[in-house]
């Protein structure tokens, strides 16, 4: 880029969270949108290194109505992005497995005699039933973050990737100067998953409320009779998820440390916690043999929520962030509900981001 370039939205980030929001804002929008990503490859971070499960039985009724809606639209793109329904088992007590269902999603408490006869490596662990949820499933994260970025860029929107953002100057047209250039910009869009705080620092805004958390995740080899058509199996109770993947299995300790780095290094001692899951609740793998291992970020608020929508403190700074692990799951209604409040229509009220930055202020 050589002159500065105008645009009436910058999206800072190209995983899911700022992919899905050009998708659907480019729909509907007369003005000029431009999306950059500090990293050569799009989705090279959390959106490119999760474990691709699609999964609406989630505690939460709020984002759980937006998985709900994402997965009415995954299923029409079924062949697009590769949505594989092979269903979920999720392990917990009753009561635990009531709070998670929902009129609006098929699923069905089985016990535990259904749940091995379904996935034979549960033999051994200590469980009594679990939530059946067919619906559920497994997606191509890269084909599903293509496709967002594909259809956006044919309806004009810019991507500019390794491109990083270096200074915002505001408020409202901002300057912002990146890497390879300068853009003035009627409204920024914070999309940038675990580094979306240091973005708003540039932009004179402080963010305690989102914090990074690093997760790893495994690929386990030596594992026999292992089915691809495996629903995948998330325990509530004992802190595992696990689906089949490549003729072994993708496994995580549901881990959670605070990052004090952006750096997707592998943490000294996850192993051992490996190990002591696999013995403690899983005794048929442990012959399995770790051949991969790597980590990702999650970027939380305090209630758990998503952040989408216009920071009062700074007038045309705009929030996709703190997706907290569901960025996949749920990006399409994500992106839905940020261009819908971008272009002035109803404003996402159970994500507002003033719940943060106007009650600490008014304290």
Known sequence: M??????DVLIVG????????????????????????????????????????FRQSVADP???????????????????????????????????????????????????????RRVPLLEGH??????????????DTWALLSHYLAEARSRGVELATDCEVLEIAGPAPFRVTTSRGCFRAARVVDAAGAWAPRIARLAGLDAPYLVPFKRHLFVLDGIEAIDPGWPFVWSEEHDFYFRPESGGLLFSVCDGEPAERLVASVSEGISEVLAERILEHLPALEEARVR???????????????????DPRCEGFFWVAGLGGHGMSCSWEIGRLAARTLRGEQPVTDFDPARFTVAPLLA
Not at 14 to 27: Q, V
Not at 33 to 46: F, N, W
Not at 126 to 133: G, I, M, N, V
Not at 293 to 310: N, Y
């Open 126 to 139: 200590r469980f009594r039933r679990a939530l059946w949820t067919p619906g559920d499933g497994v997606i």
């Open 2 to 7: 050589g002159k500065e370039i105008a645009v």
């Open 292 to 310: 991969n291992v790597w980590s990702c970020f999650r970027t939380k608020t305090p209630d758990d929520r998503f952040l989408i929508g216009p």
């Open 14 to 53: 190209a995983g899911f969270a700022g992919a899905a929001t050009a998708f659907h804002l480019s729909r509907r929008f007369a003005g000029r949108i431009a999306l950059v990503e500090r990293e050569k490859t799009p989705g090279a971070h959390a959106s490119g290194r999760n474990a691709s499960l």
């Open 62 to 116: 709020q984002i759980r109505r937006v998985a709900v809606a994402s997965g009415e639209a995954y299923r029409g793109l079924r062949r697009e992005i590769d949505f594989g329904e092979v269903g979920s088992l999720v392990l917990a007590e009753r009561d635990r497995l009531e709070r998670l269902r929902d009129p609006a999603v098929a699923a069905e408490v089985v016990e535990a005699g259904e749940v091995r």
